[in-house]
């Protein structure tokens, strides 16, 4: 059996979700279709911050990151309230607040006062009573409150799968295709053939298998390795911090967040230079690293019962000349099928922005067609956090 959308989503993380939020909004007969469960991957693995770009401006300059990044926190938090494009209410809001702690030294206080005023952003210091808990009695040198916010990504996903649940499957799928790369139908688990007027590969480093079978001559993908950590405490006092140390860089030395676990300890979930380092060591020694970075920074804290762990994720991204981090989303058109990357979880209303745009410019408009739900697929339900499979 032949059943025909307008639009046929590839991926469910992030990009995947909201994209399909924002198009069935518009009236598009659209489904997405993810092999896994909702988040499975990049998205599950992020820190769940929604941050203003300051810690791109870090090395003096403004970026064109920065510069793309800055309006994020407050398209987020209008969604979060529902009066955003997409309604986030009923997410789970971990923190309303992030830090910056430059290292009690010269250079690094030099770098964050850069930065902040750097970035549009609201930036300010806070010193008495708004230090946070964990700080009291110990903090040496500036403490900057950042306009950002913090997340829970599995009530993030959970939020954005609920309310498009009768259009999102989970499935594999075989493709037959054209010689130039053009999606004909894909053949899912139960045995119908689904046909799109357009499709879009939203699957992060799932985009690979897309690009291997298809092979778009003018679209390419890069991975950025990482090996981030997870630290398991009953410390009782939630952190949300970028460390900075006293080089330049648009990197923060340790970036922090906190999480609850099921089983009722708390996670400090590591990333920044520290995650980005560690992808070419093996555990043991970036676990090793890391402790010996917890002692010198936070020598009040005993770690001694903490449980440390450490696992590789890429960062999937459009290619670009040179290798480095793109400035901001991709999205690359190449005949029936689009390509994206939001490269950041932050960006990702700016990705589903520039993804309508294309198909606008394509003449793709909502039909009246086929909306009905598919039979016999299963919802894919919402991944679990690092820190409770670990």
């Known amino acids: 059996m032949l059943i025909e959308k307008d639009i046929v989503i590839l991926g469910g993380g992030i990009a995947g979700l909201w994209l399909l939020n924002r198009l069935r909004s518009a009236g598009f007969a659209a489904v997405l279709l993810e092999t896994s469960t909702l988040g499975d991957g990049q998205t599950i693995a992020s820190q769940g911050m929604i941050h203003g770009g300051l810690k791109y401006a870090l090395g003096g300059t403004l970026t064109g990151a920065s510069e793309a990044i800055a309006d994020m926190p407050l398209h987020w938090q209008r969604c979060l309230q529902g009066r955003g494009d997409v309604d986030l209410r009923g997410t789970r809001l971990l923190s309303d607040t992030y830090y910056m702690w430059p290292r009690s030294n010269v250079r690094s206080r030099l770098t964050a006062y850069l930065g902040s005023k750097l970035v549009s952003s609201k930036t300010s210091e806070v010193s008495g009573e708004s230090v946070p808990e964990f700080f009291k009695g110990h903090l040496q040198g500036p403490l ?80 950025r390795p990482l090996q981030m950590v997870v630290v398991k405490h009953r410390n009782p006092h939630p952190l949300y911090v970028h460390c900075l140390a006293d080089q330049f860089s648009s990197t923060p030395e340790l970036t922090i967040t906190t999480h609850p676990c099921q089983d009722g300890s708390i996670a400090w979930y590591l990333g920044g230079e520290l995650a980005e380092a560690g992808a070419t060591i093996d555990a043991a020694t970036q676990i090793q690293r890391t402790r010996n970075k917890l002692a010198e920074l936070f020598p009040w804290c005993d770690f001694s019962g903490a449980r440390f762990h450490s696992f590789y994720i890429d960062r999937a991204e459009a290619r670009q000349p040179d290798g480095k981090r793109p400035d901001r989303d991709s999205v690359i058109v190449d005949g029936n099928v689009l390509y994206c990357w939001p490269t950041k979880l932050t960006l990702a209303p700016a990705l589903a922005n520039a993804v309508i745009e294309k198909i606008a410019a394509l003449g793709i408009t909502a039909s009246e067609g086929n909306d009905s739900p598919l039979t016999g697929l299963p919802y894919p339900g919402v991944a679990l956090p690092v820190w409770d499979t670990l």
């Open 144 to 223: 900057y409150r950042l306009h950002d916010i913090v997340l829970d990504v599995p009530s993030l996903l959970h939020t954005l799968g609920e309310h498009c649940r009768p259009h999102i499957y989970r499935t594999h799928c075989s493709i037959d295709h054209d010689a130039q790369g053009n999606i004909r139908t894909l053949t899912l688990d139960n045995g119908c053939q689904l046909k799109a007027r357009i499709y879009l590969c939203a699957a992060g480093t799932g985009n690979e298998v897309w690009l291997n079978v298809l092979k778009p001559p003018t679209v390419a993908m890069q991975k």
